[in-house]
């Protein structure tokens, strides 16, 4: 937020204190909804956390921009609905398994080697299905 003093220890908790700023944002879109607070603070949090924002897939461009934009639209229950979902979505990781029909999701993790012949085997035949789909509908 734009008045905190940084920390050594803040840089090293860089994932809670982003969660940490996402929940303030949620408690001042939520505020600003029930005419308690200020829409400028709410700006302010907002303008806060963008610069690092942009390093992140997870609101991304897309959902920063619809924030700001139902900010400044005033429409402040949908401000407070969409950083609520936000902060939610940072807080649980909820956010990784919301993916759309054609996204894959694949872990390496801690898997004996000659498992990973068997995975990649498994990737290439689920794109090869994806790729023959399309073709197939294309008419190619």
């Known amino acids: 937020m734009p008045n905190k003093t940084a920390h050594v220890d803040q840089f090293?908790?860089?994932h809670s204190g982003r969660a940490d700023d996402w929940r303030e944002i949620t408690?001042?879109?939520d505020a600003w909804a029930a005419?308690?607070?200020?829409?400028?603070?709410l700006e302010a949090a907002i303008a806060a956390v963008a610069p690092a924002e942009?390093?992140?897939?997870?609101?991304?461009?897309?959902?920063?921009s619809?924030?700001?934009e139902r900010i400044a639209t005033n429409d402040a229950g949908g401000a407070a609905k969409l950083a609520r979902r936000i902060s939610n979505g940072l807080?649980?990781?909820?956010y990784?398994?919301?993916?759309p029909n054609w996204s894959v999701r694949v872990?390496?993790?801690?898997?004996?080697?000659d498992a990973y012949d068997d995975i990649g085997r498994g990737v290439r035949a689920v794109g090869r299905g994806y790729v023959d789909t399309f073709n197939a509908l294309k008419g190619k």
């Open 12 to 14: 090293l908790l860089v």
């Open 27 to 29: 408690t001042l879109a």
């Open 35 to 41: 005419n308690r607070g200020e829409r400028a603070a």
């Open 54 to 64: 942009e390093y992140h897939a997870y609101p991304g461009g897309r959902l920063l």
């Open 66 to 68: 619809a924030l700001s």
């Open 91 to 94: 807080l649980t990781h909820s």
């Open 96 to 99: 990784r398994f919301d993916a």
């Open 107 to 113: 872990s390496f993790a801690n898997l004996p080697d």
